[in-house]
């Protein structure tokens, strides 16, 4: 099977009904990012953070998968697909698909304050001040912050590498490391762009903009890859 590659942002996540991480002024749910988002608002407010997330976990666990998620699942049965996403939802996985790798990590899992490595799944919808990890710090939201590492980059970079076919859905580019993935995909692959507004790609050779939103370009990319066949 030739592999499919997708990376995905905010973009398919919004047509589920969940918020884009940040809106045009620069607030989520109505919080400066910075203040429930960096080490340095854990550090001096865990209670308003661990609020925070449980808040968003609620709305993520509510949440449905919509029509593109399922599409892409679908392309299982043509497509070695490999799903790398920023969004910290687990949509893909309750879609059907098998591969995923997220970048900035999985709000329904929990973490050390330590060792981001040391993961556990939540109980309900609730991280609680007090639940410890087994080192003994307290648990907090398995989500990549402002200002620490994405571990997954590499692993990320790897599999855009051994891509026969590109797809960029719902994100605009301009939060990186992500946004340089799609400079491991080989020069020579198809990179098909899926968004309202196709972010600034003239510089990659072999891009087909499908200037659309996550469901109607998800459908429209099906359709090309069957005639494709």
């Known amino acids: 099977m030739m592999k499919l590659v997708v990376l995905t942002g905010a973009g398919i996540s919004a047509e589920s009904g969940l918020k884009t991480f940040r809106d045009a002024d ?11 988002a960096t080490p340095e608002a854990w550090e001096k407010d865990p209670e308003l953070v661990q609020q925070f997330y449980n808040e968003r976990r609620k709305q993520v666990l509510d949440a449905q998968p919509n029509r593109a998620h399922q599409l892409l699942a679908d392309l299982e049965k043509d497509f070695d697909v490999e799903i790398i996403t920023q969004n910290i939802d687990d949509l ?7 591969k995923v790798t997220h970048l900035h990590g999985v ?8 060792r981001s490595d040391l993961t556990y799944p939540i109980k309900g919808s609730e991280i609680k001040m007090g639940e410890l990890c087994e080192l003994g710090s307290q648990l907090r939201p398995h989500v990549v912050w402002f200002g620490e590492a994405v571990p997954m980059i590499e692993v990320a970079a790897r599999i855009c590498k051994q891509a026969d076919i590109f797809v960029l ?4 580019l301009a939060v990186y490391p992500a946004a340089g993935l799609i400079d491991f995909v080989p020069s020579v692959v198809d990179k098909y ?12 050779k072999n891009v087909i903009n499908i200037e659309k939103n996550a469901v109607e370009g998800v459908a429209e990319l099906k359709a090309i890859l069957s005639n494709a066949r």
């Open 107 to 114: 709000i329904t899992k929990s973490q050390s304050d330590l």
């Open 26 to 36: 620069g607030l989520w749910e109505g919080y400066n990012v910075y203040d429930v």
């Open 169 to 172: 859905i719902g994100t605009s």
């Open 92 to 98: 893909h996985e309750r879609a059907g698909t098998a």
């Open 193 to 204: 762009i899926i968004d309202p507004r196709i972010p600034d790609v003239k510089r990659y």
